[in-house]
């Protein structure tokens, strides 16, 4: 039914979905670019219902309220207080390490306004679990959302980096004011 809803609605708005998940990923990082406006959730969902996909995600605390908690926890919402520094990139770790199987979706600027930088969280998170990297992308100019393929980080940030910061090149965010595609 989920499948059935994703197809539906992104239909309705023009869109498509390009790309897909590897099969047989069990662990994964999906970094997620650009995201300058609320759209992209909804668009993003229908992908990963579309790929059936199972995952989590990190969404403000203060999303977190009596009726939206239960979308969001219903959904794989992970809540976070971004006011404070609670060790999140380390959590996220020991969680990926526990379990068997689990795909984490971590938006790369971290927020939907203008940042100088990228967060790099994601990077670590996949480093310190040893697990691959998923990009993820809505293109408002293609109207497109979607997956590229898994990432093997080598550990050379830079390098890494360049290779991430050239797979978004070009992806057209809603508002493109907000968006800073450089990496670091």
């Not at 990139?89 to 969680?95: G, K, S, W, Y």
């Not at 526990?98 to 990077?123: C, D, H, L, N, Q």
């Not at 997956?147 to 050239?166: A, H, P, R, V, Y």
């Amino acid at each position: 039914m989920k499948k059935l809803l994703s197809k539906l609605f992104l239909k309705m708005m023009g869109w498509k979905m390009v790309g897909e998940v590897p099969a047989g990923v069990k662990k994964a990082v999906l970094v997620c670019a650009p995201h300058t406006s609320n759209w992209d959730f909804p668009f993003a969902l229908a992908a990963f219902n579309l790929a059936g996909l199972k995952l989590n995600y990190f969404i403000k605390k203060s999303w977190f309220f009596f009726p939206m908690n239960l979308f969001f926890k219903a959904t794989g919402g992970v809540p976070v207080d971004r006011s404070k520094n609670h060790g999140v990139v380390e959590a996220m770790i020991l969680t990926l390490k526990e379990r068997e199987e689990m795909i984490v979706a971590v938006t790369a600027e971290g927020t939907r306004s203008w940042v100088p930088k990228w967060k790099t969280g994601f990077y670590h998170i996949a480093m310190g679990a040893n697990v691959p990297l998923l990009m993820g992308f809505v293109d408002y100019k293609k109207k497109e959302v979607g997956f590229g393929s898994l990432f093997e980080l080598s550990g050379d940030f830079e390098k890494d980096m360049i290779k991430i910061q050239e797979f978004f090149k070009g992806r057209t965010p809603k508002y493109p004011e907000k968006y800073n595609p450089v990496i670091f």
